[in-house]
């Protein structure tokens, strides 16, 4: 208990001293009240630490005009430009397509929008830009300089140039978005639009004259949403996927099935979703809804890989076919697929013709994660089979076998394989061609596998549904952050954040996202540290407003500040 007398000592010796410099402002106290008193500044550091507030104002304040990612290389011209966005225009100068001429109608709106709020930000920060009398910038050249191709690929060109500059020379064309692909100038659309700051009269944009030179670290930049533990509608997904081409994303890993539900409305096999999904009608994924995902997607540069967990995960599968799932014998209980069944293959191969047609992409997630073999120990006839073919009761032999059938279907198919790290940590024999992806490990754990030759994802430290961690957190992680010779690390093609969906749904999913999904965003982009420049936390603070602007609901990611909305 501190007494009235220890408080009075240690109140009168801080007014004593308090013209000297901290060093000395124990001095004149006694022992007892200065020790208290350094207990009592240790404990109010604690607490603001805790926090994260420093004091009045801003815990950051945000930067203006500043990119999210990062690009490879930016240069800042020391004069600016003036936008009239009820003026100004995309001229495209080179080849022309149907997703180009939406992209720019798109950022058009966005850049219309941007503009409304000169007034309000100016109201609030001093520092908004003054109407300056600035060459104004009626137009951008945009440069496709080869014909569109029809969607995106895993060997996508995203490189692009923006110049917007007083000045040309034999390297530097001024005022012109150009890049070799459709995806590169999907890219520099979306750098150009960051770069706009709103005048305080609210009806002038400025910019900065500026040169970027700009390509991706990694070529597979993807977010993974899992619509089984909830459902989300297309609506929903559409503004998760609005969020990632901000970020410069270029994969949606759709989890679409798991053990909870089953909402993909097969043509060929409609009681998976009758039987399976959490309502037949409302909780469902069309093929017609698939496609506007898709198109969406595609629109801004984004494949859709889907992912069919199988053996395992595969819970609400099996209520509507009959023997695919492994039965215990002793419990009645139903595991993983049961591999020693011929039906089961006939199955999953007319299952898998169709999603290949659906989908598009080359690739296909077949998972393989978590495989709970209990019941395939406690059943007669899969033992039956181990003993027919050798197996010895060793069950890595019996993934090994399915997966083996599974992906020869895959390659009948010519698709690209994509599994969980455990199909290649328990042996399983796999085709060369196949992606392992790392979710429970270090990045260490990729060096057995690129060593082996075989591409890899990394997700371990991007777990959206580890709701402690923040942005920085994320940031730290370098996804090449272990001993290989290059050619191995040539061999990690990128990585994915993934937002599992136990604990969200629509009310709460975008904010789980955003803004710490920008973190791998950026690690995945751009080269260089992994621990933040010192402009990083003002860029996201700008850059999270900027999301909340575009209709995207964005969570704080630096504590205490104001981001005005209309």
């Known amino acids: 208990m501190i007494g009235p007398k220890l408080w009075k000592e240690t109140w009168k010796g801080l007014r004593m001293e308090s013209t000297y410099s901290s060093c000395t402002i124990l001095v004149g106290i006694s022992h007892q009240a200065a020790k208290f008193l350094l207990i009592l500044l240790v404990f109010f550091t604690f607490l603001q630490g805790r926090s994260g507030f420093s004091g009045f104002g801003p815990e950051v304040k945000p930067t203006k005009g500043a990119l999210w990612p990062r690009p490879s290389y930016e240069r800042r011209f020391n004069f600016s430009f003036a936008i009239d966005?009820?003026?100004?225009?995309?001229?495209?100068?080179?080849?022309?397509?149907?997703?180009?001429?939406?992209?720019?109608?798109?950022?058009?709106?966005?850049?219309?929008?941007?503009?409304?709020?000169?007034?309000?930000?100016?109201?609030?920060?001093?520092?908004?830009?003054?109407?300056?009398?600035?060459?104004?910038?009626?137009?951008?050249?945009?440069?496709?300089?080869?014909?569109?191709?029809?969607?995106?690929?895993?060997?996508?060109?995203?490189?692009?140039?923006?110049?917007?500059?007083?000045?040309?020379?034999?390297?530097?064309?001024?005022?012109?978005?150009?890049?070799?692909?459709?995806?590169?100038?999907?890219?520099?659309?979306?750098?150009?639009?960051?770069?706009?700051?709103?005048?305080?009269?609210?009806?002038?944009?400025?910019?900065?004259?500026?040169?970027?030179?700009?390509?991706?670290?990694?070529?597979?930049?993807?977010?993974?949403?899992?619509?089984?533990?909830?459902?989300?509608?297309?609506?929903?997904?559409?503004?998760?996927?609005?969020?990632?081409?901000?970020?410069?994303?270029?994969?949606?890993?759709?989890?679409?099935?798991?053990?909870?539900?089953?909402?993909?409305?097969?043509?060929?096999?409609?009681?998976?979703?009758?039987?399976?999904?959490?309502?037949?009608?409302?909780?469902?994924?069309?093929?017609?809804?698939?496609?506007?995902?898709?198109?969406?997607?595609?629109?801004?540069?984004?494949?859709?890989?889907?992912?069919?967990?199988?053996?395992g995960h595969t819970l609400s599968w099996g209520a509507s076919v009959k023997g695919l799932l492994a039965q215990c014998n002793t419990t009645g209980e139903y595991g993983p697929v049961d591999p020693s069944e011929p039906n089961n293959y006939v199955f999953l191969q007319r299952l898998l013709i169709e999603i290949a047609s659906v989908f598009k992409d080359k690739y296909i997630h077949l998972g393989g994660d978590e495989v709970e073999i209990k019941c395939w120990e406690d059943n007669p006839k899969i033992a039956s089979f181990m003993n027919k073919y050798n197996m010895s009761r060793n069950f890595t032999e019996l993934e090994t076998y399915y997966f083996t059938r599974l992906l020869n279907i895959t390659n009948l198919l010519n698709l690209k394989p994509v599994v969980w790290q455990e199909v290649f940590d328990f042996g399983v024999e796999l085709d060369p061609k196949t992606i392992i992806h790392v979710w429970k490990s270090e990045p260490e754990a990729m060096k057995p596998i690129v060593s082996r030759g075989y591409e890899a994802l990394f997700s371990s430290c991007w777990y959206l549904d580890h709701l402690s961690e923040t942005w920085r957190s994320y940031y730290h992680c370098d996804i090449l952050d272990f001993d290989a010779t290059p050619e191995e690390r040539a061999l990690v093609i990128g990585g994915e954040a993934c937002m599992w969906g136990e604990w969200v749904d629509e009310t709460n999913v975008s904010p789980r996202i955003w803004p710490r999904a920008c973190a791998p965003a950026e690690r995945l982009w751009s080269y260089g540290s992994r621990f933040p420049h010192p402009d990083t936390a003002a860029r996201l603070e700008e850059h999270a407003c900027r999301l909340k602007r575009r209709g995207i609901p964005t969570a704080p990611p630096n504590g205490p500040g104001y981001c005005p909305l209309l």
């Not at 003054?130 to 009626?138: G, I, Q, S």
């Not at 140039?161 to 020379?169: P, Y």
């Not at 960051?194 to 991706?216: H, N, S």
Request: with cysteine; hydrophobic share 40%; aromatic share 12%.
């Open 85 to 311: 966005p009820k003026d100004f225009e995309f001229q495209s100068v080179g080849q022309t397509c149907p997703i180009l001429e939406k992209a720019l109608n798109r950022y058009k709106l966005l850049i219309k929008n941007a503009v409304r709020y000169g007034k309000v930000d100016a109201a609030y920060n001093k520092d908004s830009p003054a109407e300056v009398d600035a060459t104004k910038l009626p137009a951008l050249r945009v440069d496709l300089r080869s014909p569109c191709e029809e969607i995106p690929s895993d060997n996508m060109d995203e490189s692009y140039n923006l110049t917007v500059s007083h000045f040309s020379s034999a390297l530097i064309f001024m005022n012109r978005i150009s890049a070799n692909s459709i995806w590169g100038i999907l890219r520099g659309l979306e750098s150009f639009s960051q770069i706009l700051v709103p005048d305080k009269t609210g009806r002038m944009l400025i910019m900065d004259g500026i040169f970027i030179e700009d390509e991706p670290r990694f070529k597979h930049r993807g977010l993974l949403l899992d619509t089984s533990r909830h459902f989300f509608s297309v609506p929903e997904i559409q503004q998760v996927l609005d969020g990632m081409a901000y970020n410069k994303y270029n994969v949606f890993h759709w989890h679409i099935v798991d053990d909870q539900s089953f909402p993909y409305q097969s043509v060929v096999y409609p009681q998976l979703s009758l039987k399976g999904a959490y309502h037949p009608e409302l909780a469902v994924y069309s093929l017609s809804d698939i496609e506007n995902v898709i198109d969406f997607a595609k629109d801004r540069g984004i494949r859709v890989i889907p992912e069919f967990d199988t053996p």
